[in-house]
């Protein structure tokens, strides 16, 4: 099921179409729309997860995606249907 990513990328507020199928998490979505190779962080953050807890990882991510011009990144709310709704 495909979600909506809402995010500021250099001051500019974008979204995109999100879907586990295609990427990881939503960070590396962001940033493949935004045209950045995540190749060297991605190794760092494998080399962090071995040897630390998920927050170390967490605040290594958010401290390079702010690096690369990122603000604050979201899945959209889902939104509610009525009943007999697809």
């Known amino acids: 099921m495909a979600r909506t990513i809402i995010y500021t990328y250099k001051n500019e507020q974008k979204s995109l179409t999100f879907s586990f199928e295609k990427h990881r998490n939503i960070h590396e979505a962001v940033a493949e729309a935004e045209g950045i190779d995540l190749t060297e962080y991605l190794k760092m953050e494998q080399q962090i997860e071995a040897v630390s807890d998920t927050k170390?990882?967490?605040?290594?991510?958010?401290?390079?995606?702010?690096k690369l011009g990122f603000g604050k990144i979201t899945l959209a709310q889902k939104e509610n249907k009525g009943v007999g709704e697809k």
């Open 56 to 66: 170390a990882v967490r605040n290594y991510r958010d401290a390079h995606f702010r």
